[in-house]
C-alpha cells in the first residue's frame, strides 16, 4: 500500500486502565487532508484512542508519529493539535472573543526582522491586530460574526459548539480532533452540523479525526471509517466498503441494518442458508460454517412463484420512503425494504443477487476456556464450577467411590488441578434471569439477532466471554448468570495422562 | 367560635420570630445605641470621635493589616492544599479532607490555647513574639476555612476546561494563572471573606496567642462592652458591619458567572 502524504501514524498502541486493556494493538495511519472516523459502541475505546492523540493519555505501549516525528511522550501543548471537545469545555469567565483567542495569545511565530542590515529571525507573540483579524475570520467561518461579546453562559447549545470549532480552528492546527461533538444537539441541529463540518472540512483542508457512535453520521460525513470493538479495530475503510463489504457480522449489525444468518457453504461459489442453495461470488471452503449478511435494500420481493425462497408476509410498516416488510421464511425472519405496496399475509418470494450475498468467517464457532479440575471431580474456569463428566478424558474409565478416575485395567488417577482445556458449543449454554442462580454471573455485552436467534456475548467481571445462541430475547446490560449441562462441556487434558497416575 | 385553619404559609411564623428576634432586633439595638449618647439623645458625635481619634483609627487599620495577611497566608498555604486534596488520585478516600477539617471540631479556646503551649514548647514566646504567635494562631484557625469552600470550588469545576488549556497550548503554569485561578475565583473569594472578616473582629486569637499585647478591633468591642460603654462598643461593631457589608458588596459584583457556584453566598 502506497504510503503517501501520511500526517499521522499510530503503530501498535495499546492503552491499560488499572490492569484493563482499553485498546488494543492499534495501528492506523491518516494522510494529510483526510476525514477520518473512529466508530464503534460505547466503551470501544474510541475516544481514549483520541486522547492519546491529543496527549491527555499516554499510551501504555507503541508510538505515535506525526510528520515523521516521534511526539508519544510530548506534552498536549506542544502539538500541533487542537481538540472539539464533547461537552465544549468552553471557559465560562471569558468571552466569544476572548475564548476563540486564547490559543491566538499564547502562540509565538517566528519572524524575519531586519535590525542594522542584518536578518535575524525572531520568535514573538502575534500582535493585537492580528489577534483580532484571525479571531474575526474563524468566527465568519462558524457564522458567528455578531457574537464576539457575548458571554458564554448566554448562548445555545449549537452557538456554543461553533464556538468551541471556531477556538480549535483559529490555531490552524494540522489535525483537528473532534469528540463526539454533535452529541448533545437536536436531530435537526445535528444534521446542518454535519453537513457544515463537512463543508468547513473541505475549506480548511485540515486532517480532521472524528469520534462517533452513529453510524449515519460517520457514513455522512467520513472518507474513510475505522470500526471499533472492545478496543480492536474490525474494520478499516470507506463508507460504501464498510456498508458493502462488512468484515464480520459485528460491523455488519452496527452499520445500518442488516439480515444475518447461518449458513454453510456447499459448493464452489455456493452458500445454504434460509433452506436454500444461493449462488454467491465469495470463495470459501467447502462445508464451512459461515455468517451471511444481506442488506434488507437488496432483497427484492416477487410474486409466489417467480423468486428463490417463498415465505409469508407478516408485517409491513411504513417508512417514508420505502416500506419495511418481514417475511417468515420457515423460522427465520427476512427484513426487506421495499418502495412498492404489497399486502401482509400472502405468500411471497424473494430474490437477491449474488454479489448482494455478503459471505464472512464466523466470529465464534465455539467457547473455548482454560480451566482445571478441582477436587470434586468439577471443572473450574471463568471464575465458575461447573459439574462435568471426567470419564470422557479417558475412554471406558468410570469414578470410584474415593473419586479417583479408574480405568479399565484398574489404574487409578487423580485428577485434581489437572489442566484441562474446555469447549463448550454456542447453543449448550443457558442463559438464567437471576444472577445466583448459574454458575457464572455476568454482563450482556452484544447482542445480533441472526434471522431465527440472537448471537448474545455474556461478559463476566474478569473479562471472560461466553458466546450463547439462543431463541429469547435479551436486553444489552442485562446482569444474567449462565448454566451449562454436564454433558455440554467437553474436556481435553493439557498434558499427558500418565502425570495424573495415583500410586 | 372561628377554627383557625392550618396553612402552608403559618409554617414561616416559628423563623420570622427568630429573624425578628435574634436578627433584626440585635441589628436595630447597635444602630440605636451607635447613634445616641449617654443621655439618649441621638447624635453623630460618637462617630466623629472615633474618626477623630488617632487611636482608634490606628486600631482599625492594624487589624485590617492582620486581617489582609492572615486572608493572604491561608489562601498560599490552603489553595496548594485544597488543589490536592480535590485531585483524585492523591486523595482516594477522603480522610486526607477529614484530617484537615477536624481540627474545627475542637472546641475553639481549648485549640488556641493547645496551640500556644505548643509553640511555647517549641521555642516561640507569646509574651515575646505576639505578632508572630498571633499570626500562626490565626492561620492555624482559620486555614480550614479556606480550604473547604476552594475544595468543593475545585471539586465542581469541569475538568476538560483543563485539558482544553493544555489543548490550546498554555503551558502548565499559563493554564494556572489563565484558567484554574479565574475558574477557581468564587471559592477564593468566599475563602478570603470567611477569613478577612472574622480575623479583624476576633479577640480571642490575638489574647490567647500574644497574651494580651496585641488588640485588635474585636477587642475594642469587647473591652468597651466589659466596661459597659454601650455606645461606643456598639459603634465599633456598627462601623465593621458597614465595612464587611461594603466588602460584600463588592465581591457580589466578581462572583458574576453563574455557572460556577462554589462560594457562600
Known amino acids: ?503 | 367560635m372561628s377554627k383557625i385553619k392550618f396553612q402552608r404559609k403559618h409554617l414561616s411564623i416559628p423563623y420570622a420570630a427568630f429573624l425578628l428576634l435574634f436578627v433584626v432586633l440585635p441589628l436595630i439595638l447597635i444602630v440605636y445605641y451607635a447613634l445616641t449618647d449617654v443621655n439618649g439623645t441621638i447624635s453623630l458625635k460618637n462617630f466623629i470621635n472615633f474618626f477623630k481619634d488617632k487611636n482608634k483609627l490606628g486600631l482599625l487599620s492594624f487589624s485590617v493589616i492582620i486581617g489582609v495577611a492572615n486572608t493572604v497566608l491561608c489562601l498560599l498555604i490552603g489553595y496548594p492544599i485544597a488543589m490536592i486534596l480535590s485531585n483524585r488520585k492523591y486523595n482516594k478516600s477522603m480522610v486526607m479532607v477529614l484530617l484537615f477539617v477536624m481540627p474545627m471540631w475542637i472546641n475553639f479556646v481549648l485549640r488556641t490555647a493547645a496551640t500556644r503551649d505548643l509553640l511555647y514548647w517549641l521555642g516561640i514566646n507569646g509574651g515575646e513574639n505576639p505578632y508572630l504567635a498571633t499570626m500562626i494562631g490565626m492561620v492555624y484557625n482559620y486555614l480550614p476555612f479556606t480550604i473547604l469552600p476552594l475544595y468543593t470550588t475545585m471539586l465542581k469545576m469541569d475538568k476538560s476546561l483543563i485539558e482544553a488549556s493544555y489543548d490550546l497550548g498554555a503551558k502548565p503554569y499559563q493554564t494556572f494563572y489563565k484558567t484554574i485561578i479565574p475558574m477557581t475565583m468564587p471559592g477564593i473569594v468566599s475563602a478570603a471573606t470567611m477569613v478577612f472578616m472574622p480575623t479583624m473582629s476576633s479577640f480571642v486569637i490575638s489574647d490567647i496567642m500574644g497574651e494580651r499585647k496585641i488588640s485588635l478591633i474585636g477587642n475594642a468591642i469587647q473591652f468597651n462592652f466589659d466596661q459597659s460603654r454601650w455606645h461606643d462598643g456598639s459603634l465599633i461593631a456598627l462601623i465593621m458591619l458597614l465595612i464587611i457589608g461594603i466588602i460584600t458588596l463588592l465581591t457580589k459584583n466578581i462572583q458574576k458567572e453563574e455557572n460556577v457556584r462554589g462560594g457562600l453566598w
Request: glycine share 6%.
Open chain 1, 1 to 503: 500500500m502506497k504510503k503517501g502524504n501520511i500526517i499521522i501514524e499510530l503503530t501498535n498502541i495499546s492503552k491499560e486502565f488499572d490492569g484493563n486493556l482499553v485498546v488494543e494493538d492499534f495501528n492506523l495511519y491518516v494522510r494529510k487532508g483526510e476525514f477520518i472516523t473512529f466508530l464503534g459502541p460505547s466503551g470501544c475505546g474510541k475516544t481514549t484512542t483520541l486522547r492519546m492523540i491529543a496527549g491527555f493519555e499516554m499510551p501504555t505501549q507503541g508510538s505515535i508519529m506525526l510528520n515523521g516525528e516521534d511526539i508519544t511522550n510530548l506534552p498536549p501543548y506542544k502539538r500541533p493539535i487542537n481538540t472539539v471537545f464533547q461537552r465544549y469545555a468552553l471557559f465560562p469567565h471569558l468571552d466569544v472573543y476572548d475564548n476563540v483567542a486564547f490559543g491566538l495569545k499564547l502562540k509565538k511565530v517566528k519572524d524575519i526582522v531586519k535590525k542594522n542590515g542584518e536578518i535575524k529571525e525572531i520568535e514573538r507573540k502575534l500582535t493585537v491586530k492580528e489577534i483580532d483579524e484571525k479571531v474575526m475570520k474563524a468566527l465568519k467561518i462558524v457564522d458567528l460574526e455578531e457574537f464576539e461579546t457575548r458571554d458564554i453562559s448566554t448562548l445555545s447549545g449549537g452557538q456554543q459548539q461553533r464556538v468551541a470549532i471556531a477556538r480549535a480552528i483559529v490555531n490552524e492546527p494540522e489535525i483537528l480532533l473532534l469528540d463526539e461533538p454533535l452529541g448533545a444537539l437536536d436531530l435537526k441541529m445535528r444534521k446542518d452540523m454535519q453537513l457544515e463540518l463537512k463543508e468547513m472540512h473541505k475549506k480548511l483542508g485540515i486532517t480532521f479525526i472524528y469520534v462517533t457512535h452513529d453510524q449515519e453520521e460517520a457514513l455522512t460525513m467520513s472518507d474513510t471509517i475505522v470500526v471499533m470493538k472492545d478496543g480492536i479495530i474490525q474494520q478499516i475503510g470507506t463508507p460504501t466498503d464498510i456498508y458493502n463489504e462488512p468484515k464480520n457480522a459485528f460491523v455488519a449489525d452496527f452499520i445500518g441494518e442488516s439480515n444475518i444468518y447461518n449458513g454453510t457453504i456447499t459448493g464452489n461459489k455456493e452458500v445454504l442458508f434460509l433452506n436454500h442453495v444461493f449462488e454467491c461470488v465469495d470463495d470459501f471452503p467447502k462445508n464451512e460454517k459461515v455468517d451471511v449478511v444481506i442488506r434488507p435494500e437488496d432483497i427484492f420481493l416477487m410474486d409466489e412463484d417467480k423468486g428463490m425462497v417463498k415465505g409469508k408476509l407478516v408485517s409491513k410498516t411504513f417508512k417514508g420512503v420505502y416500506y419495511e416488510y418481514v417475511l417468515m421464511v420457515g423460522k427465520n425472519e427476512v427484513v426487506i425494504h421495499d418502495t412498492k405496496e404489497y399486502d401482509i399475509d400472502q405468500i411471497m418470494s424473494i430474490y437477491i443477487k449474488p454479489f448482494d450475498i455478503h459471505i464472512m468467517k464466523k466470529e465464534f464457532v465455539s467457547n473455548v476456556y482454560e480451566g482445571y479440575i478441582n477436587k470434586n471431580n468439577d471443572v473450574c474456569f471463568a471464575e465458575g464450577e461447573f459439574e462435568c463428566d471426567v470419564t470422557q478424558l479417558i475412554p471406558n474409565s468410570h469414578v470410584d467411590e474415593e473419586g479417583y478416575l479408574v480405568d479399565e485395567k484398574g489404574i487409578k488417577y487423580d485428577l485434581t488441578d489437572a489442566d484441562v482445556k474446555v469447549e463448550i458449543g454456542l447453543k449448550d449454554i443457558e442463559i438464567i434471569d437471576n444472577e445466583e442462580d448459574g454458575n457464572v454471573s455476568g454482563e450482556i455485552v452484544s447482542i445480533i439477532y441472526k434471522g431465527d436467534h440472537y448471537q448474545v456475548i455474556i461478559r463476566t467481571e474478569e473479562y471472560d466471554d461466553f458466546v450463547v445462541d439462543t431463541e429469547y430475547t435479551w436486553n444489552e446490560f442485562d446482569k444474567v448468570s449462565v448454566k451449562v449441562p454436564k454433558e455440554c462441556i467437553k474436556i481435553t487434558l493439557k498434558h499427558e495422562v500418565k502425570n495424573y497416575v495415583k500410586d
